[in-house]
């Protein structure tokens, strides 16, 4: 045995491109058959290993979107839509119905309030100042 | 050889239904898998490789009228995943803070996925310590190198399949392969 298989031949090999030579040499040299079966088995493994762990991680991500009915459910989600549409537009309308009525309730407190400011006595004592005599009763 | 006759049968029946809206559905489901391991393998995160693989069937979907048979269906197909897995590669490099996704997976992690078949401790340790350099491998070399690799020896896919999906000519693909192997045999620890 004069030399072993170089680098590119293990190449080739690995590739299924074996050529009598090469094949002649594998049969007759332990290191390279060891080298060869090695590097098969190494890959062989390699290969297993990425499909296992690939099909347990498919399997935890959710399907793929594409759909070759894309249109479905178009009624049922135009459907949906619409009712959203509806209820939304009525909770605006309500809300601008709300916020309409909030000048005439602001109107109201601010009277309250300058009749409150406007007393010259507490409302408990506001009778008795009826029995005092001034200029304003008189 | 029987698995890839298999595919290819496999394949051929859906290639011929995919002039029918109905069923690029099944299109979907029958490589969804290969594409998805594909780009998984590439970019090793789980919702990047669900991306590029809803992205890759998306692609298909609305060009699907432009597939004229030139070359089979899971080439055209992975034709596009191998774009997408590049493009997104590249435009990573300038990302750093996607290096400390919660979906990235820990690189030293794949052994794990070594099926035990029965074997004793010794050969499956053996077997995971072989996985794991073939891994750390395959993840320092450069992208065109470790794409057809994967599509080698992952994929198996023929030489003249990776080079219609890459794009390169069958030489540059082989030249490319026997680097990337041994860059493998290197980490491996090569006896020859």
């Known amino acids: 045995m004069k030399s072993h298989l170089s680098s590119e031949q293990i190449s080739e090999w690995m590739l299924g491109q074996r050529s009598a030579r090469a094949r002649e040499h594998v049969r007759a040299c332990l290191e390279c058959r060891a080298e060869l079966e090695r590097l098969e088995e190494a890959l062989a493994q390699f290969r297993g290993a990425i499909h296992q762990w690939s099909g347990a991680q498919a399997a935890a991500v959710p399907p793929v979107l594409v759909t070759s009915r894309p249109r479905r459910f178009a009624w049922a989600l135009a459907a949906v839509a619409a009712v959203l549409f509806v209820c939304l537009s009525v909770a605006y309308i309500q809300n601008r119905a709300a916020a309409s009525l909030e000048p005439v309730s602001d109107a109201a407190l601010l009277s309250q309030v300058r009749a409150e400011v406007s007393r010259t006595v507490p409302s408990p004592m506001e009778p008795l100042t009826r029995l005092i005599p001034s200029a304003e009763n008189q | ?5 298999v595919t290819r049968v496999m394949e051929q029946h859906a290639t011929a239904e995919l002039d029918e809206l109905e069923d690029f559905e099944a299109v979907v489901q029958w490589f969804r898998p290969r594409i998805f391991r594909f780009a998984l393998a590439s970019l090793r995160d789980r919702d990047l490789a669900e991306t590029i693989t ?8 609305l060009a699907r009228a432009r597939f004229r048979n030139e070359c089979s269906l899971q080439t055209w197909l992975m034709q596009i995943a191998v774009n997408l897995v590049r493009d997104h590669s590249r435009n990573r490099r300038l990302q750093f803070w996607k290096r400390t996704r919660q979906t990235a997976f820990d690189a030293h992690g794949l052994e794990r996925w070594v099926v035990d078949r029965g074997r004793d401790p010794e050969a499956l340790t053996s077997s995971r310590e072989q996985v794991r350099g073939v891994w750390k491998a395959a993840g320092e070399l450069p992208e065109k190198q470790r794409t057809v690799f994967l599509l080698r020896f992952v994929e198996d896919l023929e030489l003249l399949e990776i080079a219609a999906a ?27």
């Not at chain 2, 809803?54 to 979907?61: E, I």
């Open chain 2, 1 to 5: 050889m029987v698995r890839r006759a």
């Open chain 2, 166 to 192: 890459t794009g390169m000519k069958e030489g540059t693909v082989k030249v490319h392969l026997f680097r990337a192997l041994q860059a493998i045999r290197k980490k491996l620890g090569a006896t020859v």
């Open chain 2, 54 to 61: 809803q992205d890759c069937f998306l692609r298909a979907y």
